[in-house]
């Protein structure tokens, strides 16, 4: 058992087991049998490559014997810092197959993100491409070879210059190699947060196998599908829920975006026949402005899912109008749970909630500042425990402590409340609620009234410190045409019938929203460029 990673107690594993949700399959099998069946089905398309599944697989055994060549041996962790390329996959199965394990950084890190990684990991080998989006990923590995002692190798996509080019490697005769365990880590993913640097993700080959089948199946993803990987494929959304995993375990066609910029994916989807996509509010909001420049036929697209954070109603209200496509709200995390609101839900249900557990056997709490019961239907957190829910975070014994309940639950920090149906409604995070001199105002609620407004494009509403009242609502707008003025808005919150605590302190008209690298608000980073301005 890999040191640092805490396993289900065995009464769980042996009840995920015993229900099937724990199939004792590795990754690694979710392509090779989808190669034995259909090897002449097209399994990936990048920039420069339509790699069927016979061709994937074969790439997948190549590099495996290659690492293994290199003495990178199963239980060794490899950092991938990849952007959304065919070589992602071929080295992600590589890994699986070998019992190495990848640890999925983002392509935006940079040198201090990168090097915490490396060392809480203690990566063996950094996975890079020569350069991404004008940046030159070999200057940021020289640093690192520096910083990190157990790096050992460094693997480019592209020019390798000094270092190994990772095609070298693709090269090597495939050779017979032991299965790995399914209970064994089979990766390690990224939290996400606006703060600190990120802590790791252990998942199982037998839980993430779960993960991204279970949510093929909910999804709807078949041989016919073709998923467009638009958000970076190092996060679990677009990776696994179901993602390029699932699709390629229902035989369907993964197609790599460079960018999710509407420039960059709409033209793939009417190229490439998309059926379906995934993204976040931001970019949802985006391709819903794009779709009047006419630049693609997007008829093909049956499905976009949206997670990340809450898609609000009056934005998700016009997914299907505007891009011709049914929505899936998603709500989940890479620590496990996931929601998905259901192809035969009702619109109203589909508008307005994250969807409802994927699993018979994950197990809410909802629960209050003092981890008791909240009533039905009341807001309150939620805390999770099932069969593809971590049980502990990646050698973080004194975050863990706080992090879960002595019975296993996860503590997810996200205010949300519970509909007869099952369905989630998210109501933002126990951080996200202003305190206005003892008031406690919930940003989410403010935020969806006030994005009814004509003149309101997006918003974001923000605590700033206040010496009388301990903090301050500031509403930062982006604007639809001319900008509202303070008095507008709040008119329109006091026919919307909000309490007079609730009404922005302040309104500032921004271009943009500093944001995380899920391209969630980073509302800390917000306030804190708000206090700079107005001490300037």
Not at 431 to 457: S, Y
Not at 491 to 509: E, I, M, N, T, Y
Not at 513 to 535: D, M, Q, Y
């Amino acid at each position: 058992m890999l040191d640092g990673f805490t396993p289900w107690p065995e009464e769980f594993a042996a009840r995920y087991r015993g229900r099937g949700h724990w199939q004792g399959r590795t990754l690694g099998s979710l392509l090779r049998d989808r190669a034995a069946d259909s090897p002449d089905l097209l399994a990936v398309v990048d920039a420069h490559r339509r790699w069927t599944y016979r061709e994937l697989d074969r790439r997948a055994d190549r590099l495996a014997a290659g690492l293994d060549g290199l003495g990178i041996r199963a239980g060794d962790r490899v950092l991938v810092q990849l952007p959304n390329v065919a070589e992602f996959l071929a080295l992600a199965f590589a890994c699986f197959r070998l019992g190495a394990i990848p640890v999925l950084a983002l392509p935006a890190h940079r040198e201090a993100e990168i090097t915490h990684l490396a060392r809480l990991a203690e990566a063996v080998a950094y996975v890079i491409p020569d350069t991404h989006l004008g940046y030159d990923h070999r200057e940021l590995a020289r640093t690192l070879l520096d910083r990190a002692p157990s790096v050992r190798h460094v693997l480019v996509v592209g020019e390798p210059q000094e270092f190994t080019a990772l095609a070298d490697l693709a090269g090597a005769e495939p050779r017979a190699l032991p299965e790995p365990d399914p209970s064994e880590v089979a990766l390690l993913l990224l939290s996400g947060g606006t703060t600190g640097l990120p802590k790791l993700i252990p998942r199982t080959h037998a839980d993430y196998v779960y993960n991204a089948t279970a949510s093929a199946e909910v999804t709807g993803i078949d041989t016919d599908s073709r998923y467009l990987v638009a958000l970076p494929i190092a996060h679990n959304f677009p990776l696994a829920c179901p993602g390029a995993l699932g699709t390629l375990h229902a035989g369907g066609t993964v197609v790599m975006a460079p960018t999710p910029s509407p420039d960059d994916a709409f033209p793939l989807i009417e190229r490439e026949r998309i059926t379906v996509t995934a993204l976040v509010p931001p970019l949802a909001l985006l391709w819903l402005e794009a779709a009047d420049w006419g630049i693609a036929d997007l008829s093909s697209l049956r499905l976009l899912q949206v997670g990340g954070a809450r898609l609000k109603p009056a934005t998700a209200a016009q997914i299907e109008p505007v891009l011709g496509c049914r929505l899936q709200q998603v709500f989940g995390m890479a620590e496990g749970l996931l929601n998905f609101t259901r192809p035969d839900d009702p619109d109203d249900l589909v508008l307005e909630t994250q969807g409802r557990p994927l699993c018979a056997d994950d197990e809410l709490r909802i629960v209050d500042a003092d981890d008791r019961p909240v009533a039905p239907g009341d807001v309150g957190e939620l805390h999770v425990r099932g069969p593809y829910t971590l049980r502990g975070y990646y050698r973080a014994d004194e975050h863990n402590r706080a992090a879960f309940t002595p019975d296993g639950y996860y503590r997810s920090g996200d205010l949300v409340r519970q509909l007869p149906s099952g369905h989630l409604v998210v109501e933002g995070r126990i951080k996200d609620v202003i305190n206005r001199g003892g008031d406690k105002i919930p940003v989410e609620e403010v935020e969806n009234h006030l994005l009814t407004h004509p003149a309101v494009h997006d918003i974001a509403l923000v605590g700033i410190p206040d010496d009388a009242l301990g903090e301050r609502s500031c509403a930062c707008v982006i604007a639809h045409g001319t900008p509202p003025t303070r008095a507008e808005l709040n008119a329109h919150l006091v026919a919307s019938g909000l309490a007079a605590f609730k009404l922005p302190d302040r309104v500032r008209v921004v271009e943009d929203f500093p944001r995380t690298a899920l391209g969630k608000v980073n509302r800390r980073a917000l306030a804190a460029l708000l206090v700079e301005r107005a001490s300037v």
